[in-house]
């Protein structure tokens, strides 16, 4: 599957943020820890949230779609193996095994693998359950946790994991006692799972800070909820704007959650921010941000690395970008190259020398994000783009065409490889 874009254009109108796919992954995998019937009022069909999905389904965890609104029924559910064919498929999959142990004291789980952005170890998520009393082997590529001892207790994360302390989170739910993670990644999703689990009566304080404490309860009974917004697809618009030119109003779009690119973007266009929306003006062309580090929140984050590689390669003056998540973020700046772009890559750094055009080419989505910076690449530049690999950009983004179409976007997408 391609996508075929027309550059050149400007971006004006209204896009309303979908519900965040990084918080939605760990809710539905919470799911496991219910008794009862739960339903979310924004689903969003991502191919990482179908997964998701399957998963359940493997446990025997009904989950029904109707438009908008996803059922997920938890009474009839039941331990399974987690096969090799899913965790190949998403890697948020590796989530589910703190839920799993939390239910049932045991789970087997194929490993996640690496993915295209580096090797992604899960030694923290092993070293965490191993200090709470789990017994793991790992052998022929699968994870076998026994968790006969699993105890609360208190763990020290030696680098603060989001999909760890989301892990944990779910793990320490339904134990007697306290279970304390130190050093937690404070990400907005986890608040989000943390408010997930408290409207289903568990007890968890302190997300958002780096010290979480889980209150164990008995239970947890069925709730409708609805997902935050996606702060790294409104990221995404606000930059789309900021690189192509133009006026769009983001609704459903948290500040709170944005800001460290809000600072950096306030220099390359005008920002009118409110408190669940932005509007963002852009009319002329940026100059460019001397230095950009990505870290753990609150400081920007890796996941709009790519994209913000697009701005400032049309900005003027120099960037030096620093990557310090992911050791092979930087598959982007390949793909920019072919349309013009002036960047220079040494270890974790990126040099972008800003040009005053980029060019159509044909190119090639090598990760998500690397996608959706495609996509932005593509509408700034002069003449025709062909970005092959659209599949990866539909794991985090629903019908990317259609949101910027309406914008108005020349893009379509075609079955013609
Ligand atoms: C989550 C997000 C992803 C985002 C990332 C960093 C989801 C579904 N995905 O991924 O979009 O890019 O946070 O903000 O929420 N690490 C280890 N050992 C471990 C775990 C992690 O070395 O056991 C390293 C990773 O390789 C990486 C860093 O820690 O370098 C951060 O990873 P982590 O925060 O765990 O990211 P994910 O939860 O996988």
């Given at each position: 599957m391609k996508l075929l874009i027309n550059g050149g254009c400007t971006l004006s109108g209204e896009i309303e943020v979908d519900a965040s796919k990084n918080a939605f992954l760990p809710i539905l995998a919470s799911t496991v820890l219910l008794d009862g019937e739960c339903c979310f009022t924004n689903y969003v069909n991502?191919?990482?949230?179908?997964c998701m999905r399957e998963i359940l389904g493997l446990l025997n965890i009904k989950s029904v779609l109707l438009g908008r609104e996803l059922y997920i029924d938890t009474k009839h559910i039941e331990n399974a193996k987690i096969t090799h064919d899913l965790t190949q498929?998403?890697?948020?999959?590796?989530?589910?095994?703190?839920?799993?142990?939390?239910?049932f004291r045991s789970a087997v789980i194929a490993y996640p693998g690496g993915c295209n952005i580096g090797a992604r170890p899960i030694d923290i998520h092993?070293?965490?359950?191993?200090?709470?009393?789990?017994?793991?082997?790992?052998?022929?590529?699968?994870?076998?946790?026994?968790?006969?001892?699993?105890?609360?207790?208190?763990?020290?994360?030696?680098?603060?994991?989001?999909?760890?302390?989301?892990?944990?989170?779910?793990?320490?739910i339904l134990l007697k006692g306290v279970t304390v993670i130190k050093n937690a990644a404070k990400e907005p999703e986890i608040v989000d799972l943390a408010n997930f689990l408290n409207a289903c009566g568990a007890n968890v304080r302190g997300a958002g800070s780096d010290k979480i404490e889980i209150v164990g309860v008995e239970s947890?009974?069925?709730?409708?909820?609805?997902?935050?917004?996606?702060?790294i697809v409104a990221g995404t618009y606000l930059?789309?704007?900021?690189?192509?030119?133009?006026?769009?109003?983001?609704?459903?779009?948290?500040?709170?959650?944005?800001?460290?690119?809000?600072s950096f973007l306030k220099s390359a266009c005008n920002l009118d921010v409110f408190s669940d929306r932005i509007r963002v003006k852009a009319n002329k062309r940026p100059s460019s941000i001397e230095k950009?580090?990505?870290?753990?929140?609150?400081?920007?984050?890796?996941?709009?690395?790519?994209?913000?590689?697009v701005l400032q390669s049309i900005s003027q003056g120099v960037c030096v970008l620093q990557e310090n998540l992911f050791e092979n973020r930087f598959g982007t700046a390949f793909e920019l190259k072919k349309m013009g772009a002036d960047i220079t890559i040494n270890s974790n750094l990126a040099c972008i020398v800003?040009?005053?055009?980029?060019?159509?080419?044909?190119?090639?989505?090598?990760?998500?994000?690397?996608?959706?910076?495609?996509?932005?690449?593509?509408?700034?530049?002069e003449g025709?783009?062909?970005?092959?690999?659209?599949?990866?950009?539909?794991?985090?983004?629903?019908?990317?065409e259609e949101k910027f179409a309406v914008l108005g976007a020349e893009i379509k997408r075609t079955e013609i490889e």
């Amino acid at each position: 599957m391609k996508l075929l874009i027309n550059g050149g254009c400007t971006l004006s109108g209204e896009i309303e943020v979908d519900a965040s796919k990084n918080a939605f992954l760990p809710i539905l995998a919470s799911t496991v820890l219910l008794d009862g019937e739960c339903c979310f009022t924004n689903y969003v069909n991502l191919t990482d949230l179908d997964c998701m999905r399957e998963i359940l389904g493997l446990l025997n965890i009904k989950s029904v779609l109707l438009g908008r609104e996803l059922y997920i029924d938890t009474k009839h559910i039941e331990n399974a193996k987690i096969t090799h064919d899913l965790t190949q498929k998403v890697r948020a999959s590796i989530f589910i095994l703190g839920a799993l142990l939390g239910r049932f004291r045991s789970a087997v789980i194929a490993y996640p693998g690496g993915c295209n952005i580096g090797a992604r170890p899960i030694d923290i998520h092993i070293k965490s359950f191993k200090a709470l009393g789990v017994r793991i082997v790992e052998k022929h590529g699968y994870i076998y946790c026994f968790g006969e001892n699993l105890h609360s207790g208190e763990v020290f994360l030696d680098f603060p994991s989001v999909g760890a302390t989301e892990s944990l989170m779910m793990c320490g739910i339904l134990l007697k006692g306290v279970t304390v993670i130190k050093n937690a990644a404070k990400e907005p999703e986890i608040v989000d799972l943390a408010n997930f689990l408290n409207a289903c009566g568990a007890n968890v304080r302190g997300a958002g800070s780096d010290k979480i404490e889980i209150v164990g309860v008995e239970s947890l009974h069925g709730v409708n909820y609805t997902v935050m917004p996606d702060r790294i697809v409104a990221g995404t618009y606000l930059l789309a704007v900021a690189t192509c030119g133009g006026d769009v109003l983001v609704k459903n779009a948290l500040a709170k959650h944005n800001e460290s690119l809000l600072s950096f973007l306030k220099s390359a266009c005008n920002l009118d921010v409110f408190s669940d929306r932005i509007r963002v003006k852009a009319n002329k062309r940026p100059s460019s941000i001397e230095k950009i580090k990505t870290l753990p929140y609150p400081a920007f984050p890796t996941d709009l690395q790519p994209q913000m590689m697009v701005l400032q390669s049309i900005s003027q003056g120099v960037c030096v970008l620093q990557e310090n998540l992911f050791e092979n973020r930087f598959g982007t700046a390949f793909e920019l190259k072919k349309m013009g772009a002036d960047i220079t890559i040494n270890s974790n750094l990126a040099c972008i020398v800003g040009v005053e055009k980029l060019f159509g080419a044909d190119v090639c989505v090598c990760d998500l994000r690397c996608g959706a910076a495609l996509v932005i690449a593509g509408l700034k530049a002069e003449g025709y783009t062909s970005l092959s690999g659209v599949e990866l950009i539909d794991r985090g983004y629903e019908a990317i065409e259609e949101k910027f179409a309406v914008l108005g976007a020349e893009i379509k997408r075609t079955e013609i490889e």
